[in-house]
Nanobody, 118 residues
């Protein structure tokens, strides 16, 4: 499987961005899709996930601001980020795994940079 993120960029605090992750080489509808991020000098952290049945869960730090959705017809998962804060600055990665609640993900994208200016 291959995952390719897009949509990153520079945005002012309070702004919005939508990231996309296009999947290929896997049966997309049968995979849980996760989003992670890694800020400079910090460990990678979980942002949220959408399971194959559409169930979502989010890290507390992004609840109410970020929304994950998926389009199985397009083999694409989205991360809508609203009310962005400088602390959201990071490289954002999508990941895929065939288990419903994976502890570790099988496939990873290359990441896309999100920078939020204050």
């Amino acid at each position: 499987g291959q995952l390719v993120e897009s949509g990153g960029g520079l945005v002012q605090a309070g702004g919005s961005l939508r990231l996309s992750c296009a999947a290929s080489g896997l049966t997309f509808s049968r995979y849980t899709m996760g989003w992670f991020r890694q800020a400079p000098g910090k460990e990678r952290e979980f942002v949220g996930a959408i399971m194959m049945d559409g169930t979502t869960n989010y890290a507390d730090s992004v609840k109410g601001r970020f929304t994950i959705s998926r389009d199985n017809a397009k083999n694409t998962v989205y991360l809508q980020m609203n009310n962005l804060k400088p602390e959201d600055t990071a490289v954002y990665y999508c990941a895929a795994d065939p288990r419903f609640l994976p502890e570790r993900y099988r496939y990873w994208g290359q990441g896309t940079q999100v920078t939020v200016s204050s």
